[in-house]
């Protein structure tokens, strides 16, 4: 189905309304499980393009945002994308969310040789390690070590320094990646892994995991999950009463409002990772203001309030393409694909510079705490505090309550 063809250009905008428009081409979750996450990232895009032509467009031309409904449904990608480069005649495509739908994309980016900005995918570009694709996720040459690197650097400068882990997640292709990454982490700093399990992604129970867990009695837990998985983990070891020194790592969901409204304190201690918070430390040029205006408009587009996981990265994965289309004067892929090989790109997300297989350079996924949680105000996470960073060290806001039971008194 098709949902929408943007062209933006507002009144008095210095766009030649003769020119031709650069069309940016994208399949989007726009219905289906993720439909949240998608209509938060196309909200973002539209302000791209408005900012963009408020500005004259791309090389003097309007900048048009072409789309179609994914569905959250892979088996829909290849169609969809056929019809934007054959019928509807886009310039540049990107991916819509996540890794399940960038996958199906990357052989026809391929085939065709065309650049490929890419939203949130968990190592797309592992096997096939082509040159034209960009990933906006912070995770780091290595995305599987990237992804929980931060949490076990953390969790080793401890003292005196813990000496057990267990570790688990849904049975489910995400978790399966983090998972990989952790048993790694945990090896190379030094962490015996006394639990090692998952779950299936249909469990609506998690006590007697949390029973299972507590009975090797761990000194640190990683959890990769969903954002059902998340809450219902959380609820459980509340329930329980784990006992450990460091708990979370992998778990998403925590960083989007509904989840932080829902379980209040009882995200006290969790330490786990993020992209964007509002601490001090995370303040890039023009992001208080992208936010600014996107909280604004949140509610009315029925999206996250806060848009401090998505939007931002949405922005400037069309921010960086763009950006490189000025730089070059040119459409052409190939040119424009090696100048963002080449280059960085200054982005509302701060720096941002590819590693050859496409992903950033150097990792910049956050390890946060939650501290100071009281009551369902989602206003509190509008402000410093609440999630204080732990890790990298360059973005440190604050200091780990250690062990996690300290937090939630």
Known sequence: ILVGAILVALAGAPVAE????????????????????????????????EDQNKKGGLLGRPVELVYYDDQTKPAVVPGLYTKLLDVDKVNFIVSGYGTNVIAPLMPIAMERNLVLMGLFGMANNEKTAY???????????????????????????????????????????????????????????????????????????????????????????????????????????????????????????????????KLSSKLNGVVNYEFYVPEPTVNFPGINEFLARYQAQAEKAGVDPLGHYIPPFAYAYVQV????????????????????????????????????????????????????????????FKKPGTRVVLYPEDWKSGTLIYPYGKAQK
């Open 321 to 380: 393409l763009g950006l490189a289309v000025e730089a070059t004067k040119s459409l052409d892929q190939k040119t424009v694909s090696e100048y963002i090989q080449t280059h960085e790109f200054n982005t509302i997300v701060g720096p941002v510079k590819f590693a050859p297989n496409g992903e950033w350079a150097k990792s910049r996924v956050l390890m946060v705490q939650f501290q100071n949680v009281q009551g369902s105000d989602v206003a509190q």
């Open 131 to 261: 040159k034209g694709y960009f990933q906006i996720m912070p995770s780091g040459p290595n995305p599987f070590l990237g992804w929980s690197q931060g949490f076990f650097e953390v969790a080793a400068k401890q003292s005196p320094k813990p000496q057990t882990i267990a570790l688990v997640g849904a049975d489910a292709e995400y978790p399966h990646n983090a998972m990989i990454g952790a048993r790694e982490n945990a090896k190379r700093f030094g962490f015996k892994v006394i639990y090692d399990g998952k779950y299936p992604p249909s469990t609506v129970d998690y006590t007697p995991i949390i029973r299972a867990i507590k009975a090797t009695n761990p000194d640190l837990v990683y959890v990769a999950s969903y954002p059902p998985d998340s809450a219902g983990i959380i609820q459980a070891a509340q329930e329980v009463g784990l006992p450990v020194k460091m708990f979370g790592g992998g778990m998403v969901g925590l960083q989007f409002a509904a989840l932080q409204t």
């Open 18 to 49: 003769a020119a031709d428009p650069i069309k940016i081409g994208f399949g989007m979750a726009l219905t289906g499980a993720l439909a949240g996450n998608g209509k938060a990232a196309l909200l973002s895009m539209q302000m791209w393009a």
